[in-house]
């Protein structure tokens, strides 16, 4: 089976619904996930826009609204808020999806906000993209470390502790470093950078430093490696999947297989095939090392080469995710 800890859906079907195209769970993504067997799919919610807290929140909300008019025609995928549906859904051999807010923008100062979006079905929540709101700073996509001093804000505390009272997990990839140390002494519960890679082997801190890997083992929370290859080299021509396995290497050395994940941020179709973008007035290359789900099979077939047994490949391709949010999500 395979999971990813994070696809931009929400912004694909509001942005193919603008268009006029309907049905793009049931006619695109669907088929493909079932003959790739994809198993878990998290669906972010991402918000590109700066914009007031109203106007964030119902661009929220519309990602949400958009999600589930697609669900009502599609079979064979599910919206899974706690394990015991996540397990029914494998049962019956469905694609489940989780529901991830990237960024508390659409909260802004009210942190009843998260219980609403909680009752649509969020059950994880990335504190920042990479910018700063309300609740934090996010790690900026170059490595000038600017940021990484500053804190969780007040609010963003306060996210973390209703979060823990919720059941709603922390994701901490665009978070910034200080954040990072925030959430470590403030989650109850273990938290997890969905589509992160390492600072050591790609400096950048949109990635994580070897502090936040080693924080988010010890929660015993998870980390999605992601294919996006700004975030897995320099270049990308040296943006391989050998250099996608070398970030696996690097959190398999330094804590173990059973922490590590896919993330894989599948932009390409999301970009309309731009292969760069510029975040925050850095530009970084857009391209997906893998370009869909099919090709994780190539990545497996990388890391046999380097001794992954089975059972780290097996987990690595998704068991590690839905054993965590099996666990975690009640
Ligand atoms: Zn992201």
Redo the contacts with the bound molecule.
């Keep these: 089976m395979i999971a990813d800890a ?1 696809l ?1 859906l929400g912004l694909d079907l509001v942005n193919c619904h603008r268009k006029g195209q309907h049905h793009v769970l049931k006619e695109y993504y669907m088929p493909r996930w079932q003959a790739q067997g994809v198993g878990l799919i998290v669906a ?1 919610i ?1 918000l590109s826009t700066e914009q007031s807290d109203e106007a964030y929140r119902q661009a929220a909300w519309a990602q949400i609204d958009a999600l589930e008019q697609e669900l009502r025609d599609t079979e064979g995928v599910v919206l899974c808020a706690n394990g015991s549906q996540l397990e029914k859904a494998r049962r019956e051999g469905k694609t489940a999806l989780i529901l991830s807010l ?1 960024g508390a923008e659409p909260i802004g100062e009210d942190p009843g906000m998260l219980d609403e979006f909680y009752a649509r079905g969020v059950r994880l929540l ?1 504190i920042c ?2 910018r700063e709101n309300k609740a934090g700073f996010g790690g900026r996509y170059d490595p000038n470390g600017e940021t990484d001093l500053f804190g969780l804000k007040p609010m963003g505390k306060e996210l973390v502790r209703r979060a823990g009272k919720l059941g709603v997990l922390v994701d901490v ?2 978070l910034n470093e200080g954040g990072c140390r925030d959430v470590e002494q403030l989650s109850e519960l273990p938290f997890f950078a ?2 992160s890679n390492t600072r050591a082997l790609r400096p950048m801190d949109r990635n994580l430093s070897d502090d936040t890997i080693d924080a988010i083992a010890a929660s015993g929370g998870m980390i999605g490696i992601n294919g996006y290859s700004g975030l897995v080299a320099a270049t990308p021509e040296t943006a391989t999947i050998a250099a996608l396995a070398d970030h696996a290497d690097y959190i398999r050395n330094r804590v173990e297989a059973s922490c590590i994940g896919l993330g894989l ?1 599948l932009m390409e179709r999301i970009s309309g095939g731009d292969d760069t973008f510029t975040y925050c007035g850095v530009t970084v290359n857009a391209l997906d090392i893998l370009h869909d789900h099919s090709a994780v099979p190539a990545f497996l077939a990388e890391l046999e080469k380097r001794g992954y047994n089975k059972q780290e490949r097996d987990g690595i391709a998704g068991e590690n995710w839905f054993t965590f949010f099996k666990k975690w999500l009640k």
């Design positions: 994070h931009d972010a991402y990237e990335g993209w990479s990839s665009h969905s589509h941020d």
